[in-house]
């Protein structure tokens, strides 16, 4: 039997994941993707990060692409607001990449 999954499910299970990220540490949206078995669909992860501002639980400043740019951060209030809540966590930021990249990275489990 084929199953189709929702829009909403898919999204519900990448802020299961995003949920899961430590303090201090970022994945990205390609991560995310494999990790739900669904390896191409990074941009659909993105999707789910940018439908995700409202819920107070999903720390999507935690997510960027996979070069550690914060390509997310236009959908956060302020120009600067991504940039500034990981730098709270310890992450060094300048020309909105992340300094050390592979140090503050975090693999999801499958």
């Known amino acids: 039997m084929e199953s ?3 829009p909403d499910s898919f999204f519900e299970r990448v802020y299961s994941i995003v ?5 201090g540490k ?3 949206y390609g991560a995310i993707a494999k ?8 941009r ?6 940018n439908a995700s501002h409202g819920l107070e639980n999903v720390p999507a400043h935690r997510v960027v692409n996979r070069k550690g740019l914060l390509t ?5 209030e302020g120009t600067q607001l991504m940039q500034q809540l990981l730098e709270s966590e310890g992450i060094k930021i300048q020309n909105n990449q992340i300094v050390n990249f592979e140090k503050y990275y975090w693999e999801p489990k499958t």
Do not use: C, D, E
């Not at 659909?44 to 990060?49: H, Y």
């Not at 997310?72 to 956060?76: L, P, V």
């Open 4 to 6: 189709h999954t929702s």
């Open 19 to 23: 949920r899961q990220i430590p303090y």
């Open 26 to 28: 970022v994945t990205s």
């Open 35 to 42: 990790a739900l078995g669904a390896a191409r669909s990074a």
């Open 44 to 49: 659909m992860v993105g999707w789910a990060m």
């Open 72 to 76: 997310g951060k236009h959908h956060f």
